[in-house]
């Protein structure tokens, strides 16, 4: 995956640590091939459960199976290749392509994650500048309509609104993980992990 969280010196400023992007700066995410991880808050299993190697979904996690399946409808340069929901978060192997036109594009991008936000030190001016920069460039990545923190963040607003309208428990964690594919060996291993997921819950990372 490519979040990291800093734990040097500096970057910590009054004995806190300031949050970092966890998107590649290298990359502007409007093409290419991603695995993705979106999880609940806490890892709470909000989805379902899993019994005799099946997922049983509750109400939430059925309808955000629905919105999956829309993905590529709502968002026309997102392709979902594979994909799995866990009772605690979901995996999907998503395709970007550059350069399509989103004219229908949903235009409410409440819910996109904001991954640039942190805590400068008024006197670590080098580093502010630094930050400002980072920011400038995430703010820029997260507000495009054909990338993929867009296609995410609208699939997480959706899921967020049917559970409040139906006053059902439910929250995300703010972030989400991605981890850019680069070749097709790795997206063949990453296809079947994520076929085998449910099978193999009990020795999954997230498994509570």
Known sequence: MSESTGNSEHDKFLGKY???????MWHDYDGGLYFVTI????????????SDSRMCFTEIGEYAE???????????YAEILSWVIMPNHIHLMIKISQFVETEHAPSNSQGINRLHQTEHAPSLQQNQCENEIVDEKMRAISSRKNNLSYAVGNFKSAVTKFANERRIPFVWQTRFHDHIVRDICEMNQIADYIENNVQKWEMDKFYV
Do not use: L
């Not at 300031?18 to 590649?24: D, M, V, W």
């Not at 999880?39 to 899993?50: A, L, M, P, S, V």
């Not at 629905?66 to 026309?76: A, L, R, V």
């Open 18 to 24: 300031r949050k970092q992007s966890a998107r590649a």
């Open 66 to 76: 629905q919105c999956i399946k829309q993905i590529s409808t709502h968002n026309q």
């Open 39 to 50: 999880c609940t808050k806490d890892r709470k299993c909000y989805f379902g459960n899993i």
